[in-house]
């Protein structure tokens, strides 16, 4: 069984960048499809970007295309997430998770904070 361990969220200046990484441990990402959600207070969890097995296969939610970019290094059992022109909206608990079929995730980290500062 696969773990997760998110890791990068900061305090960020609005306009600024950050890069948030997901290492796995237990198993091999590459048998995986990685995304990163994200939740923030009194609000629903939001796919934030989702990567399937091919690195050319990605989706991302509308508040944040062009924004940020998902990534994995599957040599280094590690996902990315790619966070510039960042904006008080994407303050949030941000989690990565893992499944067997994109879209169907069964595997989550613990979530990593990102507050963007105005």
């Known amino acids: 069984q696969v773990q997760l361990v998110e890791s990068g969220g900061k305090l960020a200046q609005a306009g600024g960048s950050l890069q948030l990484s997901c290492a796995a441990s237990?198993?091999?990402?590459?048998?995986?499809?990685i995304a990163w959600f994200r939740q923030a207070p009194g609000k629903e969890r939001e796919l934030v970007a989702q990567?399937?097995?091919?690195?050319?296969?990605?989706e991302y939610g509308n508040s944040v295309k062009g924004r940020f970019t998902i990534s994995r290094d599957n040599a280094k059992n590690t996902a990315y997430l790619q966070m510039n022109s960042l904006q008080p909206e994407d303050t949030a608990v941000y989690y990565c998770?893992?499944?067997?079929?994109?879209?169907?995730?069964?595997?989550w980290g613990q979530g990593t904070q990102v507050t963007v500062s105005s």
């Open positions: 237990g198993g091999t990402l590459s048998s995986y499809a």
């Open positions: 990567i399937g097995w091919s690195t050319t296969s990605t």
């Open positions: 998770a893992a499944g067997e079929t994109r879209g169907i995730y069964n595997y």
